[in-house]
């Protein structure tokens, strides 16, 4: 249940409002938006007589019932959009940032290579796997803590802001100075990592699972927000279907979907949707258009020799003509590439 306060209600009398309802035992949310300030409960509001609580506090303007079991991340509590920033990045709003980088780090000349060529070309931040979540146990697992430090050289040398895959929990400590935690399709439901990251003060890009409904990336993202961290940027990243020409199916109606129900930012990957280079560009252009707030994209300064995911990985120069088209589309959607 949400109830939406009057304009310019006295601080003290809202702090009433809200310890009232945590002596019955609810937990709140507060919500100050441009349009209207919010108090959403959280617990069991059946006992609650929404229109007895509307007409008996005279900062209350109206109340309604929220259906969803999401609430910190509902766009019913916190109207606006949410703007995430990594040092002079934005992602959110009026943005459309562009993460580029290979699968995974490699070796010091080859993040460096990628990281100067993807800035020259206008992305703002870079990625780059250290720890490798990969189906079969014998394959690249990934540089781990040396991949790293790779990045953080490539992110002293570039200035770039630098996002890396954290697998589990007790890795937190190792990502000291990586800009972005990124969760991986593969731990979206990995409830203990959620809140860990949601202790941590670093924004937190949330992959939807392979085969996760929109409603459970929601739910996964509300772990985060609720265990005290609201910086979160979802990812679709496509989802298992019967399909096999594409690696997945780039699900676009889940970017319209979770811009209307959530005002957490959505980014798209369309690398790991795709799997295939070729797709990369149009499914780039697909998510700009269809109000997408970035895209994470694969790129590679030689995507044959990749010991990861090279065939989906677009090569220096195809990175550089997609973000001249990018950026010519992003003036159409009124968006700050
Ligand atoms: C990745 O981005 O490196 C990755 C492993 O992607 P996903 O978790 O979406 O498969
Ligand atoms: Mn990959």
């Known amino acids: 249940m949400v109830f939406i306060l009057k304009p310019?209600?006295?601080?003290?009398?809202?702090?009433?409002?809200?310890?009232?309802?945590?002596q019955k035992g609810f937990s709140t949310i507060f919500s100050v938006g441009t349009e209207h300030t919010a108090v959403c409960l959280i617990g069991n509001t059946a006992e609650v007589d929404l229109d007895q609580v509307v007409n008996t506090n005279d900062i209350v303007d109206y109340g309604k019932r929220i259906t969803e079991q999401y609430k910190a991340v509902n766009r019913t509590v916190h109207e606006d959009?949410?703007?995430?920033?990594?040092?002079?990045?934005?992602?959110?709003?009026?943005?459309?940032?562009?993460?580029?980088?290979?699968?995974?780090?490699?070796?010091?000349?080859?993040?460096?290579?990628?990281?100067?060529?993807?800035?020259?070309?206008?992305?703002k931040i870079l990625r780059g796997g250290a720890f490798k979540p990969r189906t079969s146990p014998y394959a690249f697992q990934g540089k781990q803590t040396e991949g790293l430090d790779m990045l953080r050289q490539a992110k002293k040398e570039t200035g770039l802001?630098?996002?890396?895959?954290?697998?589990?929990?007790?890795?937190i400590d190792l990502f000291d100075d990586i800009d972005i935690l990124q969760i991986g399709a593969r731990n979206m439901q990995n409830f203990d990592l959620l809140k860990e990251v949601g202790k941590s003060k670093k924004p937190v890009l949330l992959k939807r699972g392979l085969a996760n409904t929109i409603e459970e990336l929601l739910m996964s993202a509300e772990y985060i927000v609720s265990a005290g961290n609201n910086q979160v940027i979802l990812c679709e990243r496509g989802?298992?279907?019967?399909?096999?020409?594409?690696?997945?199916?780039?699900d676009i109606s889940a970017v319209v979907l979770l811009k209307q129900k959530t005002h957490l930012p959505v980014i798209v990957d369309p690398s790991h949707a795709a799997g295939a280079r070729s797709l990369v560009p149009p499914l780039s252009k697909a998510a700009l258009a269809a109000g997408?707030?970035?895209l994470m994209?694969?790129?590679?300064?030689?995507?044959?020799?990749?010991?990861?995911?090279?065939?989906?990985?677009?090569?220096?120069?195809?990175?550089?003509?997609?973000m001249e088209e990018l950026k010519k589309r992003a003036v159409l959607e009124n968006k700050i590439i």
């Not at 802001?161 to 697998?167: C, G, R």
């Open 292 to 294: 997408a707030d970035g």
């Open 8 to 22: 310019n209600v006295p601080k003290d009398k809202i702090d009433t409002f809200i310890s009232g309802w945590e």
């Open 297 to 322: 994209i694969e790129a590679h300064n030689n995507p044959a020799k990749a010991l990861c995911d090279g065939a989906q990985s677009l090569d220096l120069g195809q990175f550089s003509s997609l």
């Open 81 to 123: 959009d949410t703007i995430i920033k990594v040092g002079d990045v934005s992602i959110g709003e009026g943005f459309f940032t562009v993460i580029a980088g290979p699968c995974s780090v490699e070796s010091d000349e080859q993040i460096l290579e990628i990281a100067r060529s993807v800035r020259k070309s206008g992305a």
């Open 239 to 250: 989802i298992r279907t019967f399909e096999t020409m594409t690696r997945n199916t780039l």
């Open 161 to 171: 802001p630098v996002i890396s895959e954290i697998m589990n929990q007790t890795q």
